[in-house]
């Protein structure tokens, strides 16, 4: 014993230390035999799939050959759409915004022209796409691109009128260019503007139509290299669109109009319409309206063509959203968007622009959804979408990530969540079909739950890299709403989000769930194939506040135990007799809010469909004027019945079977080592009624507005914020007595007055602080930018807190600043002299402290378990860590990680023959301790370091230092290659896993820096080497640290190019092709090329060969199956340039077959005749 506490002491002189420490212990000696196979060969860091919708989208193209659908982003980002599974993420070095894009029709390649004049060509061959060739231009700006059909040819247009043109093979320059005084007339004294079109004629390829912002279009001459017709209109121009015959194109106008114009009457349009403009009756102008952005003409050879545009709505529209009208015959449908245009591509069945369009779909690109609508169907339904795109529906506010689940639970959520799907979309496949699925070696099912903003729950199937919503959960439908907006103040922030998810806590094993909310509410749920109803939704309302009966009470010799009761939950009157103002605390009309919780229950019967279901809601309530403190943590346990939650003012256990409350202790009480008293557990309190006495939701909420801050959401980082602030978090104020009690008051201290005082004091201190709390995270931010200042504020308080409660100010300050930061239920030893390990609650708290409480369950079955009560007392201090705790896990006597124990599910509805023959059971318990021999192991990972102590002695076995200079955001401990470890994210960005239980330091790599809070609330981490976070508020990342899944992501990703045969050119008819009236062909290599054109002048623009070569793929591709790929890459290319060959030689043999016929017809047909016979 006298070892131990020395031991001790040598612990609080050395928690600074910066190097990790592994001093001999008692039973330090079994570490000897247990064997740890990690090593850091294990570990390798890589990105593996983005899910989500491109965030801030700028432009967007599709492959009609290949089906891919491409989108360019502000940030440089490209994402690549296939079949559904069928996805790929790109991103341009410099991260400026894609102002268009264009493939290379079947060719595996793609085009992309950046806000920072640059031209990159993407090799879509390979699974991970990589840039081919760059061209920077220096001194002219990029404004738009076209690459006509089965050209090598691109037409660059830019900010001073001119047109370049690039070989996209080689990625250089020709020497021919287009310039704007040679375009535009010379009577023209003004500058035509930018390009904004660039065309060639369907019918004529040595045609080109050049349109300029100023509302002229040039029709130039390619060959002559001058302009054959000029067209002119008052208003800018946005955009052009042909008439597959070439006779025709129409222009869309800056006010809301469209014009025709006939390539051959440049003096004025053919027609001039404004879709959405009044008519006015003497016949004059119509009103201007707002700009067409896009117009796009398809033909159909049975019907009326199609005309798509977007914008030019009338300007006394206010408020409405976008529109994408679309125009057939004489019908005019104008269909409304959720979200504003960014760009929009009708999908075709050619790909020839000389061919009539036969136009079947339309892709609209909005800054926040991608919607696919049916032009084949009345009514223009949209396609269901197919890609998970609606992670963003409401703002993510929290997200858990579950590996290797139960294989029955995705089919069980999938058939709930089949229920829910909308109804009325098209009944056809989904028309962006391109690529092929990854022959996926993972064959675990993966989950990953997002909480939202609304209240709302999502379950994804995460399995094999791909990313589908299995089943949504609303958590608001339980609460009572706001009747209208009136209710709403204007400045309260809180009130848009009452229902947002903080946390949540899921047994996938059980099904059973816990979510806790914004608005200090948890709520518990169940998982049932049966629809049910209910009449009562079950309701515990908890008033949780510290406690400062004992503060003037000095306890010298720490031998006294403090006598009050705790903090209870508040029952209906029924129950016990009704809580008295002085008592209870409860309060008049004028007086402050007391006892009221921020959300008010449904009162009327709750329909419940199949799925999860409510099965009990805790409430905290108002303390005196003061709203209750957010939720910082939570977790459950379905074999023993029961969920824990605490604050900043302490933990509470809900036996959610009983529907009673167990236990509510402040932070003071945690760090007595002796029995606070057995909870008498508490009915609910049933679901209220409104009354006149209690404010509407609205006014609660309102006060509440300053705690809903993204650091608060977050309390990993709560120890940075809250030792600087001298008021601290909530303090103790008097307690609601329970229903139980015979006291009146919660004191018996003889000096009334004074203690009085001290609490109004006290209480002053509160209040001040819940309106600081909001600035925490501005505090934080400073933190990381100032490590000196960091690490000051670290060395005050690494040292463990004295165990003494002699001085009542250190007693309050510990109450004031500390949170509860992690919980875990366990089988251990919560005493030293335990000799079997038992059910016990660790508690980890934002001070480093790691408590233990010891649970007394009842003996027998389920029956007893629901008739008899828990009993729950607190063993104090198990050990003291330098930084808030953030997880805390258990490892058996050889090292292996011990799951907590868990009811198989059941479902609640079903009759009880079926419960009966899933009735829960107990895993078996841990072995107990014998002499000499350490039976276990608590792992404790917080913000600074990690620490191993053997159980039941609570001796120190290894203590790692993990950062100094920053702090740790999420900690783990997790299954990887058969055994355990720990992997943390730090907030400068370094992802680390340690061994166990040596906490050997096996990977270290600086990764992602934290740039917001989004990354540290979102990042989670997952068995099997999986983790992911947030990268922006609409997409997911998820990347892995697993060696294995990192040699084999090449097979698991989906490939994007397929060998596709190109569809045959249009049949030109036998007199067209007898008097040339067919499409004209261009030879582009003659025109353009060096011999003719000569070459460019190197100053325009800079060539930059790419990564992503052959050179490229040589290197990055290694041994026979790289060689064996290229084979075929190769192969495939020879043949189908092969097949294409004979395909023209026949086609040429078939028309030369086809005239030599009918010139020996009509030769046989005149040649008898005379010459005034003809």
């Known amino acids: 014993m006298k070892k131990f506490n020395i031991r001790k002491v040598l612990d609080g002189l050395t928690a600074s230390s910066s190097s990790s420490s592994a001093a001999p212990q008692p039973g330090g000696r079994e570490n000897d035999v247990i064997h740890e196979t990690l090593q850091s060969e294990h570990f390798q860091l890589c990105k593996t799939v983005r899910h989500g919708f491109p965030h801030q989208p700028s432009s967007m193209t599709f492959d009609p050959v290949q089906k891919i659908l491409a989108v360019g982003t502000q940030s440089g980002a490209l994402r690549l759409f296939g079949r559904a599974g069928v996805e790929c993420y790109c991103q341009h070095e410099s991260r400026a915004a894609v102002i268009q894009l264009q493939f290379l029709i079947n060719e595996g390649a793609l085009v992309s022209a950046l806000a920072d004049d640059s031209v990159h060509l993407w090799n879509l061959r390979q699974k991970l796409p990589a840039i081919l060739h760059s061209l920077k231009f220096n001194r002219e700006r990029i404004t738009f691109c076209h690459l006509p059909f089965q050209s090598k040819w691109l037409y660059i247009g830019t900010e001073r009128g001119n047109i370049h043109i690039v070989n996209v093979e080689s990625f250089t320059l020709s020497g021919y260019v287009i310039m704007w005084n040679k375009a535009i007339e010379l009577s023209t004294k003004t500058h035509p503007g930018p390009v904004v079109h660039i065309s060639d004629n369907p019918m004529d390829e040595g045609k080109l139509l050049i349109g300029f912002e100023c509302g002229i279009v040039v029709l130039w001459d390619l060959k002559s290299k001058k302009a054959d017709y000029r067209y002119s209109y008052d208003e800018a121009i946005h955009s052009v669109a042909w008439h597959h015959e070439g006779k025709q194109f ?119 959804d991608l919607v696919v609508i049916d032009l084949g169907q009345i009514g223009y339904p949209i ?86 919503v299995l089943y949504k959960l609303k958590t608001a439908k339980v609460f009572e709403r706001a009747r209208g907006k009136e209710e709403k103040p204007a400045t309260d922030i809180v009130d848009e989000d009452p229902f947002a998810i903080q946390t949540l806590c899921w047994c996938p094993e059980s099904r059973m769930l816990c979510v806790a909310g914004v608005s200090a509410h948890v709520i518990v749920y169940r998982f049932s194939k049966q629809e049910v109803t209910t009449e009562v939704v079950q309701l515990l309302e908890v008033r949780m506040q510290c406690e400062l009966s004992e503060v003037e009470s000095p306890d010298p010799g720490g031998e006294q135990t403090p006598t009050l009761p705790a903090s209870g939950a508040l029952s209906s009157p029924q129950d016990g007799e009704p809580p008295t103002p002085t008592a209870a605390g409860c309060t008049s009309f004028d007086g402050p809010k007391d006892n009221i919780p921020c959300l008010q229950v449904r009162s009327s019967p709750l329909k419940q469909s199949a799925g999860y279901q409510v099965e009990l809601i805790v409430q905290l309530v108002w303390v005196s004027g ?126 009334e007055p004074k203690q009085q005082n001290f609490i109004d004091k006290v209480k002053s201190k509160s209040r001040r602080f819940s309106k600081t709390v909001a600035n925490d995270f501005a505090k934080m931010s400073r933190k990381i930018s100032s490590p000196t200042e960091q690490k000051l504020d670290f060395d005050a308080k690494d040292h463990p807190f004295s165990r003494s409660r002699s001085s009542s100010v250190t007693s309050i300050d510990r109450e004031s ?43 027998g079955g389920a029956d007893q378990r629901l008739q008899q009560h828990i009993g729950i007392s607190s063993c104090g201090t198990m050990t003291q860590l330098k930084g808030g705790v953030l997880t805390i896990a258990l490892l058996d006597a050889t090292g292996v990680l011990l799951p907590p124990a868990y009811e198989p599910w059941y479902d609640p509805n079903a009759s009880d023959e079926e419960k009966e023959k899933t009735r829960r059971r107990r895993p078996p318990s841990p072995p107990s301790c014998q002499d000499g021999q350490e039976s276990q192991y608590v792992v404790v990972c917080s913000e600074k370091q990690a620490r191993v102590l053997a159980m039941p002695t609570q001796t120190e076995i290894h203590k790692h230092n993990i950062t100094e200079s920053s702090f740790v955001l999420r900690a783990d401990v997790l299954q990887i290659a058969g055994t355990n470890c720990i992997a943390c994210f730090c907030a400068n960005g370094h992802i680390m896993t340690l061994s166990l239980p040596s906490l050997r330091p096996l990977l270290d790599v600086n990764y992602l820096p934290l740039t917001d809070m989004r990354i540290a609330r979102t990042f989670c981490f997952s068995n099997l080497g999986q983790a992911l976070y947030l990268t922006s508020p609409t997409e997911i990342q998820r990347i892995t640290y697993c060696q294995e899944t990192c040699d084999n992501l090449q097979e698991m990703l989906g490939e994007l190019f397929t060998p596709v045969e190109t569809p045959e050119a249009p049949n030109r008819g036998f007199f067209k092709g007898l008097f040339g009236g067919g499409a004209q062909s261009l030879d582009r290599e003659d025109l353009f090329g060096e011999t003719t054109a000569g070459k460019a002048s190197r100053s325009l623009a800079q060539h930059i060969p790419g990564p992503g070569g052959m050179e490229g793929m040589k290197g990055a591709a290694s041994g026979v199956v790289g060689e064996l790929a290229r084979a075929r890459i190769a192969l495939d290319e020879r043949g189908q340039k092969l097949g294409e060959l004979e395909e023209r030689t026949a086609a040429m043999m078939a028309s030369a077959d086809s005239f030599s016929k009918h010139a020996h017809d009509m030769m046989l047909k005149y040649k008898d005749k005379k010459w005034y016979q003809l």
């Open 817 to 859: 600043r500390e949170a509860i930061s992690s919980l875990l239920f366990g089988e251990s030893f919560p005493r030293k002299t335990d000799t079997a390990a038992g059910p016990c609650l660790l508690v980890g708290t934002t001070q480093g402290s790691v408590l233990l409480v010891a649970l007394s369950l009842p003996p």
């Open 626 to 751: 003061d709203p209750p403190q957010q939720i910082s943590t939570l977790a459950l346990n379905s074999s023993y019945g029961l969920v824990v939650f605490g604050n900043s003012n302490g933990v509470a256990v809900v036996d959610y079977l009983q529907k009673t409350l167990l236990l509510n202790m402040g932070m003071l009480e945690l760090y007595s080592p002796a029995d606070p008293c057995q909870r008498q557990p508490r009915s609910p309190r049933k679901a209220r009624h409104p009354s006149g006495d209690i404010p509407t939701v609205t006014s609660c909420m309102s006060s509440l507005s300053s705690l809903y801050t993204e650091s608060v959401k977050k309390l990993r980082s709560s120890h940075l914020t809250l030792c600087d602030s001298n008021d601290g978090a909530a303090t103790s104020e008097d307690r609601c007595k329970s229903p139980t009690s015979g006291s009146t008051s919660p004191c018996n201290s003889d000096d």
């Open 383 to 468: 396609f269901e979408n197919p890609y998970p795109l609606n992670i963003h529906e409401s703002p993510v506010t929290c997200c858990e990530y579950f590996a290797d689940c139960p294989t029955d639970l995705i089919p069980a959520l999938y058939s709930v969540g089949s229920r829910q799907k909308r109804q009325g979309f098209s009944k056809k496949e989904w028309p962006i079909s391109g690529g092929n699925w990854g022959q996926g070696v993972q064959s675990y099912p993966e989950i990953i739950i997002t909480g939202h903003a609304d209240g709302s729950l999502k379950f994804w199937d995460a399995s094999a890299l791909m990313l589908q």
């Open 250 to 368: 129409v222009c869309s106008h800056s006010d809301g109009t469209l014009t025709t114009w006939n390539i051959r009457n440049p003096a004025k349009p053919a027609h001039i319409i404004t879709p959405h403009g009044k008519q006015p009756k003497d016949g004059k102008k119509p009103e201007p309206c707002k700009p067409i952005l896009k117009v796009e003409y398809k033909t159909t050879r049975a019907g009326d063509p199609f005309m798509v545009l977007s914008g030019g709505l009338s300007y006394d529209t206010v408020g409405r959203r976008a529109c994408l009208t679309v125009m057939h015959g004489k019908s005019t449908a104008v269909l409304e968007m959720d979200y504003p245009i960014v760009d929009f591509l009708t999908l075709c069945e050619t790909p020839y622009p000389n061919d009539f369009q036969e136009p079947y779909a339309v892709v609209v690109l909005l800054e926040k």
